[in-house]
């Protein structure tokens, strides 16, 4: 079965600092792969998805997110952090072959300083 | 146009009694899924609808957890015996068909059971 690591639990940066936030997947194949932002009280909205292609993806609200096979990553960043970007990220995979089972991350608490 | 919605917002009851979760879809949306959230774990997936396809249920705990969906829109998920452990938040989902870029989240049902 495949997993999702986001290793950093909860990550603190000043506003108008860069952010990288990690996910490592573990899966046979080429995964789908995914990021969502959940804010507080709110629902998850996804933030950019990995299918196919070029290796940098681009999001919503200024993210971007990077896949390397080699490393079985997909991690995220933004260049300059807003203190709106407060909020807990997750990292998510397809169930491969199911094509609507995800598989989540336990998630990346991001508290922004002003 | 309105999101998913979900309702109770908040439920607390007590270990044994029954607790019932409800699921409004967006309108026209043939796919519904439950994930459950709890704390320091991440979300899992507990069942998906798609039309009138039988459900995948693979993700239910436990026989004490089921879910329906009537005429293919509004969704109940309920839980029967609760238990301390069952303590979460659910979330819903639906998107236009079974896909896992287009998953749109509500807001959850937090529940806690004393």
């Known amino acids: 079965a495949q997993s999702v690591t986001q290793p950093d639990i909860h990550i603190t940066v000043s506003e108008g600092a860069s952010l990288e936030l990690r996910c490592n997947y573990s899966?046979?194949?080429?995964?789908?792969l995914f990021w969502y932002v959940q804010s507080p009280g709110q629902g998850l909205q996804l933030l950019l998805k990995y299918f196919s292609g070029d290796t940098l993806v681009q999001g919503i609200k200024g993210f971007e997110a990077e896949f390397k096979r080699s490393q079985s990553s997909f991690n995220l960043r933004k260049p300059s952090v807003h203190w709106s970007d407060a909020a807990e990220y997750f990292c998510a995979v397809d169930d491969g072959g199911s094509n609507y089972k995800l598989t989540f991350g336990k998630g990346t608490l991001l508290t922004v300083n002003p | 146009g309105a999101g998913v919605s979900q309702s109770p917002s908040n439920k607390v009851t007590e270990k044994g009694k029954d607790v019932e979760l409800r699921c409004d879809p967006i309108?026209?949306?043939?796919?519904l899924y439950w994930y459950r959230q709890s704390l320091g774990q991440g979300l899992e997936f507990l069942i998906y609808f798609q039309g009138n396809s039988a459900p995948d249920k693979s993700g239910l705990p436990s026989d004490r957890f089921s879910a329906e969906r009537t005429g293919g829109s509004v969704s109940t998920l309920t839980i029967q015996r609760t238990q301390q452990e069952d303590s979460a938040v659910y979330l819903c989902?639906?998107?236009?068909?079974?896909?896992?870029?287009?998953?749109?989240f509500g807001p959850g049902t937090r529940l806690t059971v004393l």
């Open positions: 989902a639906s998107s236009p068909q079974g896909s896992t870029d287009t998953q749109y």
């Open positions: 899966y046979g194949a080429t995964p789908y």
């Open positions: 309108s026209g949306h043939t796919a």
